[in-house]
């Protein structure tokens, strides 16, 4: 129902009570049109029903309350009345429609029975409060309740179990019900459903938190003042602009202290006053008439309290209307335009000083008429790159200065940026000059005249031959360093696996050396055990390589004359390269020493000889020298990483059929091989590139396809205190005969350590934990001479274990051992020098030898 239509029946109803109260003798008190008309014509209806009560008995009534409840019912808005006993009385048409429940259900209801179709219970409502008023009962249960005209009650609130159980928003009105003496008879309270205007509400708070949130979070500095000029908004990036904080200024009309130091109209004032005839007076020469929103304005001005001695400002400002047109306020927009100003100043300034400017680019700047292509400018860098002076330049051509083919090059492509009308862009031109080669990268476009068409060529040309160099140098720097993360990929592979890995093959080294211990060599099973024992021996050593060649490997380097170690090994080398190739060795004198692993010196030159094997066709020669050398700054072209200083030089060369530039450039990559497939694994020469890295040394290859290949290798010179090489053992293994703690998690490895230790004559004591083991040293009688641990455990690591041990067993002497690689033992504190250490899987052999080493020690 529109409000046109209730309007409309509240007129029809009015009329109809007013007819029967004039009737009945009385005149009604109705309120004018507004707010109270309902309340009002309530109150003449309940006049009516005490008029017909005073009737005598004999007078047939029923004609007059039919007439009253026909009222009642017409009325658009839901209304119930109760007597003072708290009973229902009337109950209409709409407050049918609105509850779900009959007029015939709520007559004669009482005790807060009428309020159950709102609330789902029975509870005092605002008709209650309007009989017996209770302040309390008012705050817990109404948003609020204010009161018209003294005796009129009026609430709004959500009402849950309304139609039906729906819910609605509703106003309600409420007041006494007095008869014609003026005693309290009961109360009448008209409803009407408010939903839509309370979503509307809701919407329109919704609109203006957003706005405001938009107008807050611009980042365009602005402030809102509203009809009274008091600020209402002055958001974030004005704080920011300003220096005033949103809360000094919102409800101030200080608006313009923080632009001009002091109280006077902004724009914004002016167009709320309409005082247009003004602005003049104050923006003199500053201002103009939006073009974009009708009734706006826009300016620029000086701001002296803005920024570090003011700023030149931008803005606009415009009035903010309601529906009708009423002015309800205005916003200001600023926009900092200082620089602006200053360019448009500096602007004259370049233009007398272009010349200059062109003069002391670093980059050779020319330009030639359009027609015959001559040089009409140079500036000084152009006359510096091509070493001629400026009047030599001028009015020549491109044909005067450089090769015929050249210059037709160039010419072609200056009519082509003519004709084009676009900028070319040539990255790279060879120019002789009397500086010799130069290579330049050129950009030409073309001049046009006031008729837009080409009358000049201008060109910048950047001489990057340094920068070419430069990349070409970090073209080499990124190839090594995507080697390097390649190589740590691997190693992280690598070091992944090695545990795991070689704790299962000392179990098959280990049991392979005590059953080849066992059986007679004539045996046919000694011939299996030694192909089993060199099948482990080969996976031990291709886990060597991946570590090494990762830089991960445990080593325990020593002070080694490196001509004395290549001696050693010159007998397994011969039998290794074979008898068609001859091994030249070539020793230099007074070698200084290097600090190393003996173990990595094998491998290095035990790859690099198998490589030069294989690069052999028949029969041919692999050299191996050594020399001292004095590297000085000039080794970091070749190796940014070199740092100069002494190192000695070894070096394998042979006249095999040598290797392309696309195969060194691959060359230590892992897993690259030029070998068929099932002949080599890739490593071998990765492995020599990360032992050589580990040692801080660098490597260089000269190769090319016919004429073999030379490795050298630079190892620094060791400055330190000189140690001499240890003398091997004997053949056999030494035996012993003291009492060892074995601690091992691994099953499988602890029983194979005991039995070797056994097998050599030692007393083995074994444990699967560090605590066991604690326990099992406590209770032994007699002394433990050595503790043989795993580094990594549960719970205790080794190192912890040895020094919980020797408050037990002061003399012990510890061994440590791990499958691990060297990072992860590292982080165990058992890499220091001073600690005795064997890496898995061993030998029997070399645990004996390690034994022996460690007890003897003093």
Known sequence: MTETQKQSRIDRIRDMVREALEDEGSSPLFSTKGEDEIDSLAVSIHQLIERVKLRKADEPLWDSYKTLDEIIDALPDAIFAIDRSGKVIAWNRSMEQLTQVSKGEMIGRERYEYAIPFYGRARPLLIDLALLPDDDYEKDHYNYVFRKGGAILYAEAYVPSAYGGKGAYLSGTASKLRDSSGKIIGAIESLRDITERKRTEEALRNSENLLRNILDGSPIPQFVIGRDHRVVMWNKALEKYSGVRAEEMVGTDGQSVPFYGKKRPTMADLLIDGAVEKIPLLYEGKYAKSVLVDGAYEGTDFFPEIGDGGKWLYFTASTIKDSKGNILGAVET???????????????????????????IPNMIFIKDSRELKFIRFNRAGEHLLGYRREELIGKSDYDFFPREQADFFLKKDREV??????????????????????????????????????????????????????????????????????????????????????????????????FSRVDPAHPVAAGLQQIRKAAERSAN?????????????????????????????????????????????????????????????????????????????????????????????????????????????AVSDDGFGMSGEILENLFEPFFTTKESGKGTGLGLATVYGIVKQNNGFIDVDSQEGNGSNFKIYLPRYKGRLEGLQEEGPEAPPRGH???????DEEAILKMNIMMLQELGYTALASSCPDDALRIAGEHPGEIHLLLTDVVMPRMNGLELSRSLLSLHPKVKCLFMSGYPADVIAQHGVLDKSLNFIQKPFSLRSLAVTLRGVLEKK
């Open 418 to 515: 003519l004709e084009s009308g676009q900028l070319y862009d040539i990255p790279e031109e060879l120019v002789e000059s009397k500086s010799g080669t130069r290579i330049l990268h050129t950009k030409k476009i073309p001049i046009p005249d006031r008729n837009g068409k080409p009358a000049y060529l201008l060109g910048i040309s950047e001489d990057i031959t340094e920068r070419k160099r430069a990349e070409e140098e970090q073209d080499k720097l990124r190839a090594q360093f995507a080697q390097a993360q390649k190589m740590e990929s691997i190693g992280r592979l690598a070091g992944g696996v090695a545990h795991d890995f070689n704790n299962m093959l000392g179990v098959i080294i280990g049991y392979t050396d005590l059953a």
């Open 738 to 744: 003291e009492t060892i703690l074995v601690v091992e």
């Open 334 to 360: 600023l926009e900092d335009v200082t620089e602006h100003k200053r360019a448009e100043e500096m602007l004259k300034e370049r233009e007398e000083f272009l010349s200059s400017i062109i003069e002391n």
């Open 542 to 650: 291709l886990t060597r390589q991946l570590l090494a060649f990762a830089r991960k490997q445990t080593i325990v380097p020593k002070v080694l004359d490196l001509n004395e170690t290549l001696e050693s090994m010159l007998k397994f080398l011969r039998r290794l390269i074979g008898e068609d190739i001859d091994l030249i060795w070539q020793p230099g004198n007074g070698l200084w020493p290097v600090n190393m692993d003996p173990s990595q010196i094998d491998q290095i030159l035990a790859n690099l000889c198998v490589n030069a094997r294989d690069a052999i066709a028949g029969i041919g020669n692999i050299t191996i020298e050594t020399e001292n050398v004095t590297l000085g700054e000039s080794c970091r072209a070749r190796h940014p990483d070199c740092v100069p200083g002494d190192y000695v030089l070894l």
